[in-house]
């Protein structure tokens, strides 16, 4: 008996998570000589992106801008607080939200990544060639646009992943 599959297709979700985790086996070594996870790394980089702002950045946009749901978030928070990488205030204009910011110390960890990262980077353009990495990141930016309905955050996305 023989079985065909209904898919015409190639597997995209699949395909887009297997060129992540190729990525980050580039980036997952560095960041574990800093005592850095996945997840603290991005809450880094978006605070390192935000650090001119020096009122601190809210912790609902950190989490929009890191993919990390709310509860993961202030775990991922709690643990970069204690480390000392990040210092987290109430909200000068509204007590009820939580502003973040990155310490000296954080600050210092992107910094030293940041030269590693971008290392990798160049290095892809070199093999992939500008034009091909920069046709990458507008197709991926068009499959974004493309599959993210205006009415939902990519906090709403990741929520629906983990389902």
Known sequence: MSHTTPFVHRNLPRLLLQAREAVMAHTRPSLRQHGLSD?????????????????????????????????????VLTRMERDGLIERAR??????RTVVRATALGLRKVQALSQTIEAHYS???????KAKLGQLYALLDEVIALETPDTETPEELAEEEER
């Open 91 to 96: 909200c000068p204009q509204d007590a009820r």
């Open 39 to 75: 997840q603290q790394w991005r809450v880094l980089r978006v605070l390192g992106e935000h650090a001119q702002d020096l009122a601190g950045t809210e912790t609902g946009r950190v989490a929009r801008e890191a993919y990390l749901l709310g509860p993961s978030l202030t775990g």
């Open 123 to 129: 290095w892809m353009e070199q093999q992939l060639g």
